[in-house]
């Protein structure tokens, strides 16, 4: 498969691609789809991570944003994602990987070391997932202003065309 970039009426050479898929391709979602479903079979087999009402919830997934969800610290999981980047030759990006502790008090904080195969993952204040921000406490006002604020600009733009 070969690919090229488009950008203001230029086009560039033609490249091969070798690995992934094609940014803005038709089929690149489906592909990522096939591709990432046995990560997130992994994750629900596993054991580990959280479960409501007998329904695995450890792991949803947008497009390529992962969350994962446990009760207390599961490396496992982390393991997991490491080891199946390591064999289908993916790389986390690290600066774009968090750790989000909810429901802890600021003074009682221990000192944690986060990693995700040989990097280290901050530990964050705060997080935003599929554009909406959440804090350590997960407060819904916040959560909802935030939300309806997107919602309204969306609605106003698509109004607009």
């Not at 986060?114 to 407060?139: F, P, V």
Request: hydrophobic share 30%.
């Amino acid at each position: 498969m070969s690919s090229c970039v488009k950008n203001r009426g230029h086009t560039s050479k033609w490249f091969p691609i070798r690995q992934g898929t094609r940014q803005g391709g038709n089929s690149s979602p489906i592909c990522y789809l096939v591709y990432i479903n046995g990560l997130i079979n992994a994750l629900e087999h596993s054991g580990l991570g959280f479960c409501m009402y007998g329904l695995n919830v450890n792991s949803p997934t947008v497009a390529d944003d992962m969350i994962l969800i446990a009760f207390s610290n599961h490396d496992g999981m982390m393991k997991i994602c490491y080891d199946y980047s390591c064999k289908w030759r993916f790389e986390y990006n690290p600066s774009k990987c968090a750790v989000k502790v909810f429901n802890e008090q600021r003074c009682s904080r221990p000192e944690r070391i986060w990693t995700l195969g040989r990097e280290t993952i901050q530990e964050a204040e705060s997080y935003t997932h599929l554009g909406l921000k959440c804090d350590r406490n997960m407060s819904s006002g916040a959560l909802m202003c935030e939300a309806s604020s997107k919602m309204r600009g969306t609605l106003n733009s698509s109004c607009r065309t």
